[in-house]
């Protein structure tokens, strides 16, 4: 059986990866509106919108599949 050709998508925004490594952001419409070092304070943060997705961005070198 061959194995189909697929891409992965990342929810994180392209250069958040460089720019948080090892926080929490909040995206919303594909653009970071806060980060924080911790998913409480994140939440506690006024920019924070109920519906936008909160991710933790891995430590820079850290692989995970």
């Given amino acids: 059986m ?30 970071v509106v806060a980060s924080a070092d911790d998913l409480e304070a994140l939440r506690a943060d006024e920019r924070v919108d109920v519906d936008d997705a909160l991710y933790h961005v891995p430590p820079q070198g850290s692989y995970f599949y």
Avoid at 12 to 19: C, H, M
């Fill in 2 to 31: 061959p194995v189909a050709d697929s891409t992965i998508a990342s929810p994180v925004p392209a250069g958040a990866r460089e720019e948080y490594p090892g926080r929490w952001i909040a995206v919303r419409e594909g653009e």
